[in-house]
């Protein structure tokens, strides 16, 4: 028989409950706990968790793992309330978006002999809530695993098992890595989402603006969507990496205003523009394919890079791929230059 | 008998023909061309057009409609081309992304008597190319159309009917009116996501940070895959719009980088912080909410618009669900304010 325990029953706690419950795993029990009480009736009539005591303490008796799945700063209150109370052999684990300030909190607020090892699954939709919570949510994900100094290689092992249970890849990196990485690929994107729908939805014009917003306002304003207490304490906890993203997206915004400015005008402007369109469209191509084909997550565990050959033969796909596309685009320019109008228009 | 004819056979120009085709109208041909000899084949195969000639006089020659759907520029060396050609009775059309630069290429190059109805379909996808057109691309989404002063009445209808025909909704607008708004929702985001992907990739640690790049990052950078044809066009026909809107969106970033680095030490910069992820989850709540419910789209043919009953109906349903959210922030935010922790951890 054992128990794990998973405290916050969202979207993350929630679907971690229902992956687990559908492994059919024999002897294993899914304990949770929300601090919305409505939720819990809900974990368990969706099947996330077995029962969802009201009581913390009975929620963390006995367990022999415990997920802590809440925002950031509650991390910190759930790791001082159940530190009396977890048994020295349980491991704990959390899900949460930054870990410097959580590989601290565990130091402070849990015994010595229990064993933290901090998680964050690169997973998530704007969608939060145990509604929306889905046992496929981790499928091919990366898991990233950060153990603590005194963690054993038993409690190590045994959240690496859990993240490839639930289907995902485990990544190794420490707290500084993971957060100055995130503030670049997680918290920048949230940040610019919402910077687009403040912008917009501010403008007097509004009303009138937003009949013509499609698909690309949809996708680029996504993440404003994400629960807004979670992004606040992802900002109050990872301050200066997003505050160094923040400022590299305004120069590269300026930048873009400069060129988009010169353009027509400036035939080296125009040039410019339309080399910094070719190279983000081309970078972009490139990291998702990788993404979506996961050729890149092959033989990490331990954090190793990929074997050159692999890395080699990816190149060889993916650059014929763009190779193609690019000499049609070069030829599309090249054209263009050679039209007297075009010229004309241009400097226009 | 009636013949249409698409000049530009990408993603736009193809979904058209096939869209057009499987239709079944009777009686109608559809021919095409494109610029590119291996993309007429590529049409033919798919059943996007019946055939495509390679000489453009053959395409044009007796069509009732000609439609032009290639990138910006290319539509005004398309309507010098082809204005000696067309006939009086031809109804001529496009469907670029900026209109004011259009509308005045096709007052300079189309006979008096040719009338030019302009088009833009408020849809598409990063993914260009006849090797990506779908029938059902236009389903739901907004057409605007654009009569020139000296477009007849039946040529405007000719252009509605197409569109209703594709599953779309027309939608009048002036074309000051159409660069001003399709600035804001469709190029700003054209921008950021250029943006993101540009300052992440520069960055010399984009072989790690890409790693742990998920969903949120590839939907943020969506639009940077699009064509960087495409998108340098926008520019050079849109640019006083495009930067008014890069303004607004680096201004809205230096506020979110004063509050995210003022917040944790002082209060009310917290607040307000907490504040605009509200504000920008709640607007983009209720903007998601009638797009996808298609809800403000109702009675618009002539740009009016909703009924005060139907609106208040809206505002009701999409209210009660974000008063019930709101809600239980609001008792979170209450929550986290009254531990004394939580108020320490904001100042340290």
């Not at 249970?165 to 100055?180: K, N």
């Not at 305004?250 to 080296?268: T, W």
Request: charged residues 25%; neutral net charge; proline residues 4%.
């Amino acid at each position: 028989m054992s128990k794990i325990a998973i405290i916050g029953l969202g979207l993350i706690g929630g679907s971690i409950g229902l992956a687990l419950k559908q492994s059919k795993t024999p002897g294993l029990t899914v304990v949770g706990h929300d601090a919305e009480p409505s939720v819990n009736a809900k974990a368990v009539k969706r099947g996330a968790v077995d029962k969802a005591p009201w009581r913390l303490a009975d929620v963390v008796e006995g367990a022999d793992m415990v997920v802590i799945a809440t925002p950031v700063l509650a991390i910190r209150e759930t790791l001082e309330f159940i530190g009396p109370m977890v048994s020295p052999d349980c491991v704990v684990t959390d899900t949460g978006s930054t870990k410097e300030a959580v590989m601290s909190w565990a130091g402070q607020y849990l015994p010595q002999e229990v064993s933290f090892v901090g998680g964050h699954p690169m997973a998530g939709k704007e969608l939060s809530g145990i509604e929306h919570a889905d046992a496929n949510l981790f499928r091919n994900a990366r898991w990233v695993v950060i153990p603590a100094k005194n963690a054993k290689d038993r409690a190590v092992k045994t959240v690496v098992d859990m993240a490839q249970l639930l289907g995902a890849r485990p990544y190794f990196l420490d707290a500084f890595e993971h957060d100055s990485y995130v503030a670049a690929v997680s918290h920048l994107p949230i940040l610019l989402s919402a910077a687009l729908v403040s912008a917009t939805t501010k403008s007097s014009s509004w009303r009138e603006l937003s009949k013509l917003a499609s698909t690309g306002y949809r996708d680029v304003s996504r993440l404003a969507s994400g629960d807004p207490v979670m992004n606040l304490d992802i900002c109050l906890t990872n301050r200066d990496g997003i505050v160094h993203w923040l400022d590299a997206a305004i120069k590269q915004l300026y930048g873009y205003r400069s060129m988009v400015n010169a353009a027509g005008q400036d035939e080296s402007a125009t040039e410019k523009l339309a080399e910094a369109f070719a190279h983000s469209w081309q970078e972009r191509e490139k990291w998702v394919a990788r993404f979506e084909s996961g050729t890149d997550m092959e033989a990490e565990v331990q954090g190793e890079p990929l074997p050159s050959s692999g890395q080699q033969m990816l190149d060889m796909i993916v650059g014929s791929h763009l190779r193609q596309r690019y000499q049609h685009l070069t030829k599309l320019w090249e054209h263009q230059d050679q039209d007297p109008r075009r010229r004309r228009l241009r400097k226009s």
